[in-house]
């Protein structure tokens, strides 16, 4: 898999444009080798369980296929202790994979196989990278309060928006690697938090449909959720959906799924 | 370059447009080879090192998801949508309530742009010739001799003893005569306009700027105005992306043109 079949257009527009600033990549690449990435190393290896062939044998069988059909090189994979079913993941040069232990109780194995796709995907991606642009932004902003808020706003709003577009794209990978219901099925219970899971698996996307026409109804409506999510890293649950679904009816998201790559037009 | 990145804010305002049906002039790319209207539709969407536009808006629609590449018929509409929102003004077309401006203005802003001669009641067709022309003619004048006798020979124009300029007047007497010639004169020489094209589209961007920074030295007032002034030079017609998508409808209403007549 490569990370442009799988990209959103505006992740993969927003990335261009940090690519094309000088020095960005170099100043997110130190920040990250020297700051994030090895203090969270750390962290993981003092808190949190590592997850090997023998501790955890399902669960990193399950990695080592979703590493295989990505095609990326092995993220570490580690489990915390938590009642809200979340993931994450971060770095660059050894990116590893967090997943809480109520996710891996919840989820089946396809469904799980799903969640490692998509923090897969951000690694495919290198989202991770520029990510950490956002954490500096959103760090200064701790620091020097609201001066640093008034001249990073702006940035941050654009930082944020970019960061809920990358969650399209690994969205995108976990797709493409477990198929669209299983997709489907694994946000409903993301959503929820419940570990089954009764009527369609589609019923996020129907939701989504009424979302939207819940926000065209006045320019109100459009102004005021817009301000809701405008400082948000996640797309909303529906959105989510909506968007994989679309895609899933794509020519690449068909590639994809057929297996072996094919020559494409671009 | 048009001001509307794809942005919420972009997401937000577009979002209230209408939907428009598809302008006249181009209503015949529903008719048109897929191949041809995949072409059309990269031009739009990449630039030439294949990176998406930023500009674009495209890529994200469940249309182009649903039919790119295999059912470009189903994409023509808004394909047209987007190479008109390409050629048009943004800051114009959002004060119109997002509808941008007609294929016959894009065409004959494009003209303008790249020197051709139209006249005032020309159709969009007639002034796509023009420029399919003018074209054609700096194309051919840009090869050396060897190169027009074998575009000569291709066309089954006798060259052999003719100078470089009887040549290349052959050739363009022989593309006003016969629609078969121009056809295939234009489609051989599309390589030649685009690098045509994007030399006379760095040298006006050079130009624009050297304007800019002499008009930083009025002080205050200097600012205010270039302020606007920039603001709607970043707002207005994309040329590098509406010049070769323009001169790509031409060629392929060319071709249709050609099979019409052929069938």
């Known amino acids: ?266 | 370059m048009p001001i509307v990145f794809d942005t919420p804010l972009s997401r937000f305002f577009t979002s209230f447009r209408a939907d428009s049906s598809m302008d006249r002039d181009l209503s015949f790319l529903a008719h048109c080879d897929n191949s041809e209207l995949q072409k059309l539709c990269d031009i739009l969407t990449h630039d030439q090192n294949g990176h998406l536009r930023l500009t674009e808006h495209l890529t994200s629609k469940e249309v182009y998801l649903e039919n790119y590449p295999e059912q470009m018929q189903s994409l023509a509409p808004a394909i047209a949508d987007e190479l008109l929102r390409f050629g048009s003004n943004s800051i114009a077309t959002a004060l119109r309530y997002n509808t941008p401006d007609s294929y016959e203005t894009v065409v004959r802003r494009v003209c303008h742009q790249m020197k051709v001669k139209v006249g005032k009641y020309d159709n969009a067709a007639t002034m796509e010739h023009a420029l399919l022309e003018e074209l054609c003619e700096a194309g051919l004048k840009s090869l050396t001799l060897e190169e027009l006798r074998t575009v000569a020979d291709q066309l089954d124009i006798p060259a052999k003893g003719l100078t470089k300029q009887a040549i290349a007047a052959a050739i363009l007497a022989a593309m006003r005569i016969s629609p078969i010639f121009f056809r295939r004169v234009a489609v051989s020489m599309t390589y030649e306009f685009l690098s045509f094209v994007i030399g006379r589209g760095v040298a006006v961007v050079g130009a624009r700027s050297l304007q800019r920074s002499l008009g930083v030295l009025a002080g205050p007032l200097g600012w205010i105005i270039l302020t606007g002034w920039t603001a709607w030079d970043i707002a207005s017609p994309a040329y590098r992306v509406c010049i070769p998508a323009v001169i790509q409808v031409a060629l392929m209403r060319l071709e249709l043109q050609e099979e019409g007549r052929d069938a």
């Open chain 1, 1 to 266: 898999m490569e990370a442009r079949e799988i990209m959103h257009p505006s992740d993969a527009k927003t990335i261009q444009v940090f690519r094309s600033l000088k020095g960005f990549d170099l100043v997110a690449s130190i920040a990250l080798r020297y700051g994030y990435e090895r203090l969270y190393r750390g962290e993981n290896l003092g808190e949190l369980i590592k997850v090997t062939d023998e501790n955890f044998p399902e669960v990193a069988r399950t990695l080592h296929e979703v590493v295989a059909r990505v095609g990326i090189e092995e993220p570490r994979l580690f489990i915390y202790n938590s009642p809200q079913m979340n993931a994450y993941t971060f770095g660059n040069e050894a990116p590893f994979v967090a997943v809480s232990s109520s996710m891996v109780e919840k989820m089946d194995r396809q469904e799980l196989r799903c969640i490692l796709a998509h923090e897969c995907g951000h690694v495919l991606c290198q989202h991770s990278l520029y990510l950490t642009i956002l954490h500096i932004m959103e760090e200064a902003g701790d620091l020097f309060g609201l001066l640093s808020d008034t001249v990073f706003l702006p940035c941050l709003i654009a930082l944020r928006y970019w960061s809920r577009c990358s969650e399209l794209s690994a969205d995108r990978c976990a797709a493409a690697v477990v198929g669209e219901e299983t997709f489907q099925r694994a946000l409903l219970k993301l959503t929820s938090g419940l570990e089954k899971i009764q009527g369609d698996p589609y019923q996020l996307v129907r939701q989504a449909a009424e979302y939207e026409k819940f926000q065209g109804e006045s320019v109100w409506d459009k102004v005021q959720q817009a301000g809701r999510i405008a400082f948000n890293t996640h797309p909303q649950m529906c959105e989510r959906a909506l968007e994989t679904h679309c895609w899933c009816k794509s020519w690449q998201y068909r590639q994809l799924i057929a297996g072996p790559k094919k020559e494409t037009a671009l």
